[in-house]
């Protein structure tokens, strides 16, 4: 019996470190800005059918109206209320949304803004996305309720009450993050109102959460107020299932806030994941594949089962947050389909795949001034819908990475591959590397400046396997490259260093 309890409750305590997707999947994409009608179409046409765990949505919790800046994407980060309407729906709307997603074994994931509600210059009257009032300049959110006693104002021990020195943790804390209103998460008001939000999701089905901000909040008060959550609605997961935690903190060295401080509360976004890996791809400051023989733990990273790992995010691939000028994304397609397919393949980590849209980038001075600007929307400021082309890629402006056949093909490779160990490591000591994953997957890269043609072993059972980048198994035969493993593993391996994907994945799903 002491057996038994005590399997329960590990089973218990790291499940917050447990995403919850159904089993066979391993990955999620951040639809940036989606409608949750587009995001319910998308589970059933496409996520469901290829693999994908689940869904990171944008804020669900009623923001702030920014008219100048027009609607910016950021005004979703300035909280009025917890009433779920936004321009990507209404209540309904999204509780159809997790229904038909969860209906279908694809979970959502909330984007959880409780750090702080909107900036101090943010006004007054009824210019939110549900027409609650609110007054930013006396604190006042009736709809929530929050009154000036809820926030840190007397607490900050700043001049400006912002945050002016990251190597000060208590103001990091205590004080404004970019002017934002910051709420007082000592009180237990707080931390209730808080978790009443939150459950309010978790009733509704939702897997797990976001938390934004976490740098901007102590360790101990975010556990206050996971600690006062339900567990998951048991329509769609097992009984005593606690939603999947993910905390965005950013750290990458040389402040005194660690990613560490949070392991407690459940997982940590890697921020030096993207950062290394796009110095590497892109052979920066003398960086080469070969080095990543042992990407993981052994580059200083946080161990594998507390890290959210992605190549670039909704805050870097604009300039935002941290990452810098090695962050690749949509707009380095080449190079970001390498990098995602190289995340996808190796066993570090849980993954997030990044679904953007596309906007006017107008660089001055190495700055794109145009960072701001908000998802493809209408006259009225509504956003588009997601429109689907005859060739499956998306219009209005819509990148879609994830339905890219190289990245969508890659979540399939991580979900045939899942539990396998890293194996076969193979490179040139410069720019080609190979691996694989136990007897299931084994992917090939060249990314120096001159062919790759070689002989390595796979790992694979023989075979004739469809590689996956340049096409896959349709029918009897092979839209792409065609890879012949022998009897003891073996293949042949012809990479042109001109070829439009620069690197081949094999797994066993996809074979002749
Ligand atoms: C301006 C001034 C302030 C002034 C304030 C007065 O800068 O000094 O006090 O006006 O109101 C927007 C504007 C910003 C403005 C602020 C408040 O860009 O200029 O301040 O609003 O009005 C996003 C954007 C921010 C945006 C914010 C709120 O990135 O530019 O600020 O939303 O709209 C750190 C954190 C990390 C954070 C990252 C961006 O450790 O947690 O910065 N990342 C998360 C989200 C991110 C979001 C926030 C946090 C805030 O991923 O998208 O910021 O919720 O690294
Ligand atoms: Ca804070």
């Known amino acids: 019996m002491k057996a038994l309890l005590l399997l329960a409750a590990v089973g218990l305590c790291w499940a917050q470190y447990n995403p919850n997707t159904n089993s066979g999947t391993t990955s999620i994409v951040h639809l940036f800005e989606w409608r949750w009608a587009?995001?319910?179409?998308?589970?059933?046409?496409?996520?469901?059918?290829?693999?994908?765990?689940?869904?990171?949505?944008?804020?669900?919790?009623?923001?702030?109206v920014?008219?100048?800046?027009?609607?910016?994407?950021?005004?979703?980060?300035?909280?009025?209320?917890?009433?779920?309407?936004?321009?990507?729906?209404?209540?309904?709307?999204?509780?159809?949304?997790?229904?038909?997603?969860?209906?279908?074994?694809?979970?959502?994931?909330?984007?959880?803004?409780?750090?702080?509600?909107?900036?101090?210059?943010?006004?007054?009257?009824?210019?939110?996305?549900?027409?609650?009032?609110y007054n930013a300049e006396s604190r006042d959110f009736p709809a929530v309720p929050y009154s000036a006693w809820d926030f840190n104002d007397g607490k900050c021990k700043t001049g400006s009450g912002e945050i002016e020195n990251y190597n000060d943790a208590t103001q990091v804390r205590d004080c404004r993050?970019?002017?934002?209103?910051?709420?007082?998460?000592?009180?237990?008001?707080?931390?209730?109102?808080?978790?009443?939000?939150?459950?309010?999701?978790?009733?509704?089905?939702?897997?797990?959460?976001?938390?934004d901000a976490s740098k901007h909040m102590w360790p101990g008060d975010i556990k206050a107020f996971l600690d006062k959550l339900n567990n998951l609605n048991t329509q769609w997961f097992s009984p005593d299932t606690k939603?999947?935690?993910?905390?965005?903190?950013?750290?990458?060295?040389?402040?005194?806030?660690?990613?560490?401080?949070?392991?407690?509360?459940?997982?940590?976004?890697?921020?030096?994941?993207?950062?290394?890996l796009g110095t590497v791809i892109r052979k920066w400051n003398g960086e080469k594949?070969?080095?990543?023989?042992?990407?993981?733990?052994?580059?200083?990273?946080?161990?594998?089962?507390?890290?959210?790992?992605?190549?670039?995010n909704h805050d870097n691939q604009r300039g935002h947050g941290a990452g810098g000028a090695s962050i690749l994304t949509f707009w380095d397609s080449r190079l970001y389909k390498m990098a995602v397919g190289f995340m996808l393949a190796h066993p570090y980590g849980f993954t997030r795949v990044m679904s953007s849209y596309r906007w006017t980038r107008n660089f001055q001075n190495g700055e794109d001034v145009n960072d701001w600007i908000g998802p493809p929307s209408n006259g009225d400021g509504s956003i588009k819908s997601v429109t689907i082309n005859a060739d499956t890629t998306c219009g209005n402006d819509w990148v879609c990475e994830h339905r890219w056949r190289q990245?969508?093909?890659?979540?399939?490779?991580?979900?045939?591959?899942?539990?396998?160990?890293?194996?076969?490591?193979?490179?040139?000591?410069?720019?080609?590397?190979?691996?694989?994953?136990?007897?299931r997957g084994f992917i090939v890269f060249n990314n120096d400046d001159w062919t790759l043609n070689k002989n390595l072993q796979t790992g694979l059972p023989a075979g004739t396997y469809c590689d996956v980048i340049s096409g896959q198994k349709e029918g009897n035969s092979c839209s792409g490259t065609r890879v012949n493993v022998d009897s003891n593993g073996f293949a042949d391996f012809y990479i042109s260093n001109e070829a439009e994907d620069p690197f081949i994945a094999i797994h066993v799903n996809d074979t002749l």
């Open 38 to 64: 587009d995001i319910a179409l998308e589970c059933e046409r496409y996520l469901a059918p290829y693999g994908f765990g689940g869904v990171q949505i944008s804020p669900p919790n009623e923001n702030i």
């Open 66 to 133: 920014i008219t100048s800046p027009w609607r910016p994407w950021w005004e979703r980060y300035q909280p009025i209320s917890y009433k779920l309407c936004t321009r990507s729906g209404n209540e309904d709307e999204f509780r159809d949304m997790v229904t038909r997603c969860n209906n279908v074994g694809v979970r959502i994931y909330v984007d959880a803004v409780v750090n702080h509600m909107c900036g101090s210059g943010g006004g007054s009257g009824n210019g939110a996305t549900c027409g609650s009032y």
């Open 177 to 211: 993050l970019v002017g934002l209103l910051d709420l007082a998460l000592e009180k237990d008001y707080v931390r209730s109102t808080i978790a009443q939000y939150m459950n309010h999701l978790i009733d509704i089905g939702v897997a797990g959460f976001r938390i």
């Open 243 to 276: 939603p999947f935690i993910y905390q965005e903190v950013i750290d990458l060295g040389g402040e005194p806030i660690t990613a560490s401080e949070y392991f407690g509360n459940g997982r940590v976004t890697e921020f030096k994941y993207g950062a290394k």
């Open 289 to 312: 594949m070969a080095y990543l023989k042992n990407w993981g733990e052994g580059w200083g990273f946080m161990s594998s089962d507390r890290a959210l790992v992605f190549v670039d």
């Open 407 to 439: 990245i969508r093909n890659m979540v399939v490779f991580r979900n045939v591959v899942n539990g396998q160990p890293f194996s076969n490591w193979w490179d040139n000591d410069s720019n080609q590397v190979a691996f694989g994953r136990g007897n």
